[in-house]
Structure formats: C-alpha cells, structure tokens
C-alpha cells in the first residue's frame, strides 16, 4: 500500500508493513515509536531503519533524522498505529459482527459459548488466552488480547477466511494500552469486576477505568452493551456507555434475568425472563457462574440478531470450554474437575460449587498454588478461602516464574488455620496425592492452570503436561 493512503501529504513510497518493534522491522514498513513501560520506542529509531524501514512515526522531537528516510511527527503514535493499521488491514472489523468481553473473570468462557452457538451459521472467530481460532485455523497466543497490529493482522486474515464473525476478550492491559481502539464493536459484553492485576494498574480505581473505555468507546449507531447488573459497577458502565444498554442479573431485575435455578454436578437449569416472557433454559455447564456467563452470550446474540429460540436450544449442548469448569469422567466414584481459577472471586466460587457437589460427610480437596510475580496479596487470601471450604489442602506450584515456590506457598499457608495442609511443589506429583487419596462422593478441585501446557519456571516456559492430562492419568492409574 501507498504511504500517501495511510497519511495526507506523504510521498508515494510503498509500504510492505507495520511494525512497532524493531527487531522486527522489515524492508519497507512503518516503524512506530511507542511509549512503553520500560523502554522508548523512540531509542530504536536507528536499529528500525537499519532493519528496513523507510517511515517513522514518532511524537518527540528527533535531533538526528536519517537521510533517506520519512520522518511523520503525530501528536499520539498510539492513535496513529491504530488508525493507520485500520486502514492497512482494510477495516476488518467492520465487515464481521464483532462481539468485544471484558472483566475480570468470564472473558474465555463467554466468548466460546458466543462462537460455540453461532458458529454452525455464521463461522466466527475468537481470539483470547485460549487460542486464536477460525476456520480450521488454531494458533496459540502469547497474549490475551494481541497487540493493535497482530490484531488487525488476524481480523483480516478472519474475514479472508470468510468468518462473518468475531468474539474477542478484551483484557484491562489491552484497553489500557490502546490494542482495540482501531477496532468497531456491536456489541460490548461486561461480566465483573472483582480485585486482579494490581500489579499493573494500581489501584482498583485504574482497573476500572480501563475496563470502562471499551463501552465509552462503542460508538457504532446500533451497537449495543450487555452489562451484569449484579454487579456493583453496573451504575457506573451505564452512565458511561455510549451506546444502548442492556442488562443481565440473577439477583435484580434485569433486561435478561435467569430464574428457578436448579444446579447439579452434570448440568444446570433455568428460566429465562424476556421481555415478559419466561423461556426455560436447559444447558450442560454447571455453576452459578455459567448461569451469568450464558445469560451474557444469550443476550449479546439475541440483541445482535440471532433467534432467541434457536439461541436456547443450543445452550443445551455447548462445547467444553478447555480448563474452565472441565469435568473429567474416568469411571471414577469421585468428582474431578479441572478449572482456571486464579483470582479470589473465581477460587471462592469455584470451591462453594465444589463444596455444593461433595456428598455430605466428604471431602472436598483442592489442589493450587499462585503465580510469582504477580499480586501477592492473592496468595494469602486463596489460603483463606480454601481454610473455609475446603477439607484438605495441597499447596503446590503454579507459575512460579523466578520467585522460590517455597516461598509462594509459605505465603498461602498464612492464611491456612485448621484444615490439614501440605506442600508438594511437583504439580504432578500433587495431582497423584490429591487422586490417590480421594474416596467415593469427595471431590478434587484443580484450580488455577485450567488447560494451560505450560508452566512459567525460573528458565522460561517449561512444557507442563496440562491439569486435565495429569488427571486422567493418575485416575486411571488409581482404578488399574
Ligand atoms: C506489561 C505489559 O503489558 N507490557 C506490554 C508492553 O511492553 P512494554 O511497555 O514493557 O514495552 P517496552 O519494552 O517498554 O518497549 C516500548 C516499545 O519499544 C519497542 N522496542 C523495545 C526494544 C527494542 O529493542 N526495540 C523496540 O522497538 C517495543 O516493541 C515497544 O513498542 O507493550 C508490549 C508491546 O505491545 C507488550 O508486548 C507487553 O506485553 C507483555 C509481553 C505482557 O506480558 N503483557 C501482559 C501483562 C498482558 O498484557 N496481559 C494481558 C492480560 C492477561 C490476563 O487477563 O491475565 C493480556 O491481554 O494478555
Ligand atoms: N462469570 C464469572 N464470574 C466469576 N467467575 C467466573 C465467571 N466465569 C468464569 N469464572 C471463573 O474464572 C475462571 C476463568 O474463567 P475465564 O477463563 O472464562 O475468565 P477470563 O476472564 O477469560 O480470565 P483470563 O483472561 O484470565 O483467562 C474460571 O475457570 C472460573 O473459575
């Protein structure tokens, strides 16, 4: 493309891509000069020319300018990647529905019952922690919500795929850092917003304010925000939302509120009040939680065009969403399930299901540990919560990175007090102790890994063989 289309007034050289990093910069791209956490993109002008760019994009005053090269000063180069990776990639957001999740804990379950349901009729790509899928296409993430460029890269690639559709979750460090502003969403959906990633924003104040500029920023005339009313931020997002607004509860009155809910461990039920009408919902995932997250999708879809009747035949088989709340069935008398849990809201509800399904006079066990470099004032709380519900305990490693996981977990067990407890750092090795010593009507809870093949060590990423895998080896290993 023509650097002329991409900025006015610009000669006509021609641009073969966009980068923001220059050790990536390749022969005739744009390199973009981004403010970061801990370096400039300013600092990397020369290696980004000596890599091949032949434009710079930058906001600070520059003393040296190489010959040769285009020099473009914008006030914001933030905005300016966007809107030119908008144009670049030929608006692909605006040719698929495009459905945007953002909150603390929901984001991956929601935006696979959203494609999960629609997929069939209107192929529908999703992008998020679990993968970047379309078509037949699969590809692991590094981040949750890519980058501006990458994102805009696959959008196009999706609709050069023929998908009409998109669900993405949008994390509180992508909005923060601008990655979807070059993006037009229909439709915003908010699941809640519970203490996470302090460690990035600072204060749960910050943490809001970045969750909230995806509704200030949908502007599309018949775009809509699909808003948990039970939450206490709902006030707040409503009065910031440009667009309509529409609400889901469980415990106030609400646009879609789920009634008569009846929970077991192999799936849950429920009436749905619509529009003055009660619609009884059946579905597979169990816990209250999927009961907020299927009342999200549905309205999301059904206000977005889809049938509502067709919308709730579907809900009754949707597809496992890898990690999240996975049952695993090896014959076993005994409950396993594998979950992602790994903030305080997620752990506590995940340990009430847990405590809600474990046969009176059982045990419930929960096996965790909590990753390093992260909040560390989630360690201490996870071993409340567990202390509270749970009947026994194993500590052991999560993503430690390079902090000592004897530490980590010391930390977890202050706040342990009564319910017996160890340490067993091999997550595998933990997972066997935690299988082996289960009886008929307990339960074992794997929380905080969910489908995950990795674990984050000292070194690097090390290959883990995931929780559910683990699992089912040493299940059948105990029945043998
Ligand atoms: C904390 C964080 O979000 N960091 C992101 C941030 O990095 P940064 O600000 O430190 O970048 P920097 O190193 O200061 O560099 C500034 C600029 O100079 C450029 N540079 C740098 C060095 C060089 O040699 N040449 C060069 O051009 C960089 O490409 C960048 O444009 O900007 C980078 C470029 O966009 C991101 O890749 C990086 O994400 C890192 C990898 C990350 O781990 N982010 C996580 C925390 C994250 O975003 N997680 C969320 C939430 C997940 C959840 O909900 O759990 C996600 O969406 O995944
Ligand atoms: N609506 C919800 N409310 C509270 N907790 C939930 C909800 N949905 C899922 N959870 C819990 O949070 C965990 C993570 O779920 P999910 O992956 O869908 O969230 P997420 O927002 O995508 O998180 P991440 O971006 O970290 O993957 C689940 O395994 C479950 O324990």
Redesign the pocket.
Known sequence: MRLSKLFKNAPTVNITGLS????TVRPGNIYFC?P??????HD?ID?AIKNGAVCIVHSKELLNMAPGAIYIRVEDVNDAMNKVARIFYARPSDKMKMYGVTGTNGKSTITNIIRDIINDKTPCGYIGTIAIKYGDIELQPN???P?ALFLQSKLADMVRCGMKACALEV?S??LA?HRVDGISFDCAIFTNLTYD?LD?HGTMENYFEAKSLLFKNLVKEDGVSVINKDDEKYGALKDCSKARVISYAINSEADYRAINIKMSSQGTQFDLVYSGHMYPVKTNLVGNFNVYNLLAAIAALNETGYDLERIIEKCAHIAQVEGRMERIDCGQPYNVIVDFAHTPDGMEKMMQFGRSVTMPGHRLIAVFGSAGKRDVHKRKVFGELADKYCDYIIVTEDDPRDEDPKEIAEQIKSGIQDTPHVFVQDRYEAIHQAISSAQEGDTVLLLGKGDESFIYRENGRAPWVGDNVAAKECIKASLA
């Open positions: 923001f990093d220059s050790r981004l970061g956490l801990t370096n400039d993109g990397f290696s981040l949750t919500t980058d994390s460090h992508g850092q990633h990035f």
